[in-house]
């Protein structure tokens, strides 16, 4: 199955600068999704690109994809404490089984005051 | 987007008991996924939720221990079996959505076991 795997696993960064995250898997996808969750909740979808686009801007998220070198970023732009969370990314084949969705350990973010 | 709700939301329960965790999506979906998270851990699928057919596990999860229903398209339940404390985890379901297969989660279940 396709699995991202996200690098750093721990940043810390302090309120107003901006974080960045990456992503980089393995096999080829149709989309590529990122999540957040925060300690011990669900995971909230922030925003899927598809294999076709470059790039995708949602609110203060912007996300990247290259698809020949098979990775993704996530820009989190004038960060606030709010932000602190573990951030997963999910490439996706949308095709019968293959929608299972395969987690990498995430980037742990934290925003200090 | 979807809504996806979990019940209960959190619960200790005894071991060598079960508990039934149920997931409700606010349209119909064709599949629906549960995950786990241990303590510290990322996501692990335990099994895919088909309608009318048999759930699909995923290598290390059985039946037995984590019998799974899917009586329409808008629910489904996981039970978890014969607790031990190392079944303590965040349980969750997802489902995807959509052209684009865009794949919502529930808020979660967390189970600890003593």
């Known amino acids: 199955s396709q699995q991202g795997e996200e690098d750093p696993q721990a940043l810390s960064i302090q309120e107003g600068e901006n974080a960045t995250m990456n992503c980089s898997y393995k096999?080829?996808?149709?989309?590529l999704q990122w999540y957040r969750q925060n300690s011990g909740r669900g995971l909230v979808h922030l925003i899927l690109i598809r294999s076709n686009e470059r790039e995708k801007h949602s609110g203060r998220l912007r996300v990247t994809l290259d698809t020949s070198k098979k990775s993704s970023s996530l820009l989190i732009t004038a960060s606030r404490a709010a932000d602190t969370a573990s951030y997963f990314c999910?490439?996706?084949?949308?095709?019968?089984?293959?929608?299972?969705?395969?987690f990498g350990s995430g980037t742990q973010l934290t925003v200090l005051p | 987007s979807a809504v996806i709700s979990q019940k209960p939301s959190r619960d200790i329960c005894q071991r060598g008991t079960s508990l039934t965790i149920q997931c409700q999506v606010d349209s119909q979906v064709t599949m629906m996924f549960w995950y786990r998270q241990q303590p510290g851990q990322s996501l692990t699928l335990i099994a895919t939720?088909?309608?009318?057919?048999?759930?699909?596990?995923e290598s290390g999860f059985v039946i037995d221990k984590f019998p799974i229903s899917r009586p329409n398209l808008t629910f489904s339940t996981l039970t978890v079996s014969n607790m031990s404390p190392e079944d303590s985890s965040i349980y969750l379901c997802?489902?995807?959505?959509?052209?684009?297969?865009?794949?919502?989660f529930g808020p979660g279940t967390r189970l600890t076991v003593l």
């Open positions: 096999t080829s996808i149709n989309n």
């Open positions: 939720a088909n309608q009318g057919s048999e759930a699909t596990y």
């Open positions: 999910a490439p996706t084949i949308s095709s019968g089984s293959a929608r299972q969705l395969t």
């Open positions: 997802s489902a995807p959505q959509g052209a684009t297969d865009t794949q919502y």
